[in-house]
């Protein structure tokens, strides 16, 4: 019987905050400018220069802080970490070492179980280091280069990083964390969180041990990956490669390993030579942060809702599921879109039946974005009531609703101009349902003989008859009636 | 033959570039040939800016002939310490490490003079990135102590003192880590301040230890020391740690007097062995401003003694932190190497020399893994129980008073096979570096031999106006101060 | 905690300086004077006493995130030792 085995996962997210200069000076923090264009004294690291601390940055990390349910620091301070890389141009990276911002937090993750807290240790602020160019022998690739080239435009940006916990179970779990996290970064504004510019990065601690066992394995540590798939690809293939090599009696190396993507497996990142021996010291240069309460309050009071209380809220007020509240939260503006639109329908539930399906789906189509739709909220909540009262069947529904998308007009307008309204008079259906039944002894015969399926059969010649404007749930009940009269 | 402008004070020659007695672009021309006429014996530059001095000399001229702006620094030519960034100079800090390096940007101190007017004649020797207390530690040269050719001035800025001493500028920048700056005042027989830490803006001076670097003046008399430190001091945005506090008027401040004026005399800085000569001297101003009506007595520092110790592991912790930078890729020196840690490496070997090295070592010890309680932290808790002492020490006096180096000035190669009795040199100056106390001194003696002996004065934070005030009382009811060196050898 | 040449060689390689045996010998020895030296501070009791790093007491202080200039492409590259197109090159990291 092979041995079963629990993942035991942390992650340490960086992000990129979104202030217009660095973290200590004034160089810009635009992405994709030429080399070496977005560079000062300060952080280039000439001598003599001293880092000033952008207040922004400041807030926006505790921001993040509050977010993250952290406590914010009383006393924080910025520290020197010292190591040797030619993207960090005073041989230090400042950040902060044991009084951080932001600590003892945690994520509310929805899970398909339901929702998991998982534990954020802590939220500092930091400065991201520049760009090497790894460029000569097999160009791009750090162990076959010749040279490196290096450009500190993304030097001094301000970064905060984000370690969990080690409560993370499995790569669902931690692509679940990732996805709640960025939401919550975008939904308060501090980050563009685009993976593809680096402006959101993430390592992972992995082990595993038998299950039912408390003592944590030897981890190894997944760097930089730089989109949430390849996070979970990554976990779930060093979960797999943990287990073969415990299976095989061999041990897990603590190591650093990165994610080849051509390969779809970890590797090892050849050891640095030596041990890290970060040398971390109080930062000379910067002084205390000591932030009253009255500061804390008042960004706690600018927080939106966030995804969570927002999920629980759209469940509860607007008769959602949770899968369906979910959906309309993972972007902000969406969410706020079907809010909207919720003011003008008598079913939430169907307009975001509506949102989440024929809209999504041609938008998806075309393309296209929220600001760019041809109809408001106002004109799909038109739609839902129609069918909802039955005016209009959903096959009707989904014509309207493709001219209202193409041409942005008034589904009313389009029921109108086209005659679309759906009959529900039991009188006019009455009428029809009797011309049938008397063109279709045999069938009725049948149905009373107890095949009570071919009421489908009749069904269809009334709405065939109607020129399918019956509602079918009328023309259903009165033939039922009838039949069973 | 020098011009006998030269001599003058800063305060007396500003007068007469007023009074149109003399030109900026004359005094300059004037200071430049008596520099380059005496720079074979005394060896103060590391660069002189000949060119870069007579045009702003004539812009300064021009100043003066429209009135307008004039401040008593106004075509007075200065001179500058080689760490102190300059715009379009190189600034080397006396290594082969920046031998090329050329600053874009000027230090906020620098930027200061020149808005003021002052001329800048060139960057002055020091011992290499300031780690020294003789100057003999310069890639570049030795300097000569202008009382005795054979002796050292001080360091690390002994450039600055010996150029100023000498009269090839009529005052100079320094900075001052753990005595730099008094020391070889006291040793070259002129005035020299370290600020309160926050005084003055460190930006652009070239870190040694950031919680305990400050910028100051040297000059060739108490006033003149104000008039310097005037127009350097002051809050700068660029500089988290330079303090929100208005700078008074120092000129009128010190000319008040020390009636009432309470001095401490702390007896950890009179210890058994110390050179006779200094603790006459000392002793001997003392009586003197009790003469004049200060009231002195005797305070206790008993942490103090533990000031070196706590130095010599906080200085050369955060300076393995600040040298770390000079890594051979975005400026100064680089010898190849097949790999970036082999370059790394080579470039350090060769740029740095023995003592820069061996306190990068110190500090990078200091700070590792398992020993960061041992040394960094426990020096903290007693840089803190030394700032305890004189907090309590200043809740009863004024100012201390106490010697300023442990002896004049020494021969080279003295101490130079022994790092620690070189550090020794330190011995009475470190402790107002650690509690980033404002320390003066003013030249209070001569040796036997004909060297000079400084007094160090120690203030409130802050309170620079008191210092330069005992000084001022001092200087002026004697005559040290008026005394020239001969530039002979002894 | 008497410091050994072993100490000597892992600390300067933390530096990166390169040292010669001989070297490592000399800074052996007049390390272990200084630290030697240092000890004296263990004669005082700071048990109860909280480190001290800043001189001033100071905190809070802040820029506001208004952009300045940076220097130009050319000012940044005036001073490396070896640049290629608008970067600083530097020998291969591996
Ligand atoms: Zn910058």
Redesign the interface.
Known sequence: MPTEYEPVIGLEVHCELK???KLF????TTFGN????????VC???????????????EYAVKIGLALNCTIAQYA?MD?K?Y?Y?DL????QISQYDKPLNYGGYLEVPLKEGIKRIGVTRAHLEEDAGK???A??KAGR??S????????NRGGIPLVEIVSEPDIRSADEAYAYLTELKNILLYIDVSDCNMEEGSLRCDANVSIRPKGTEKFGTRTEIKNMNSFKFAKQAIEYEIKRQAALLDKGERVVQESRLWDVTENKTKTM?SK??AH?Y????E????????SGDYVRKIKDQLPELPGAKRARFASKYGLTAYDAGVLTADQELAHWFEEGAKHTKSPKGLANWIMGDMAAKMKEQEKELKDLEFDQKKLGELVDLMEAGTINSKQAKEVFAEMFDAGVSPAEVVKSRGLAQVSDPKAIEGAVDKVLSENPNVVADYKGGKQGVIGFLVGKVMQASRGKANPKLVNEILKKKLDA | MKNEVLSKTIHEVSADLKAKKVSSVELTKAALDHLEEIEPKVQSFITITRDEALKRAAEADQRLASGKDVTPLTGVPLAIKD???TKGIR?T?ASRM?ET?V???N?TVVEKLYEAGAVSVGKTNMDEFAMGSSTESSFYKKTRNPWNLNCVPGGSSGGSAACVSSDQAFGSLGSDTGGSIRQPAALCGIVGLKPTYGRVS??????F???LDQVGPFAKDVEDCGLLLGAIAGQD?????SADLPVPDYAAEMKKGVKGLRVGIPKEFFPAGLNQEVADAVKKAIVELEKQGAKVEEVSLPASPYGLAAYYVLAP??A??NL??Y?G???GLRVPGEN??EM?SKTRAAGFGPEVKRRIMLG?YA???GY?DAY?LKALKVRRLIKQDYDKAFGKVDVIATPTAPNPAFRFGEKTGDPLSMYLEDVFTVSINITGLPGLSVPCGMSESGLPIGLQLIGKAFDEATLLRTAYAYEQATEWHKQKPALKES | MALSEKDVQ?VA??A?LEVTDPEVAKYTQQLANILEYVEQLNKLDTTQVEPL??P?D????????????????AE??SNGPEV???????????
């Not at chain 1, 000076?25 to 810009?28: L, T, V």
């Not at chain 1, 000379?284 to 932030?291: S, T, Y």
Request: net charge positive; glycine share 4%; charged share 20%.
């Open positions: 202030t217009a200069t000076c004034g160089c810009r030429e080399a070496n264009t977005q560079v000062c004294p280039l690291g000439l001598p003599g220069t001293l880092p000033v601390l952008n207040e922004k940055a400041v301070k020197r010292n040797y030619p141009p005073k041989a230090y090497l160019v790894h000569g022998g750090l162990d280069s010749d040279y490196s080239l290096a450009d500190y050849r030579e030596e021996d040398r971390y010291f109080p000379p240069d910067l002084v205390p942060i000591i932030l | 760490l102190l960034c600034t800090c920046l390096f600053p874009p940007y230090a460190r930006y652009g001076l070239i870190a230890a950031s919680s945005p660029k500089d988290s740690t912790s955060e393995s932190s770390a930078r890594d890729v975005r400026y970036i840690v790394y990078t700070l590792s893994s960061y960094y | 892992y390689k933390l990166r790093t800043h001033l100071v905190k809070n202080v802040f820029r506001p995130d208004e952009p300045k200039p940076s220097l130009t492409q940044v590259l290629q197109s608008g970067h600083f090159k530097v020998p291969k990291i591996m």
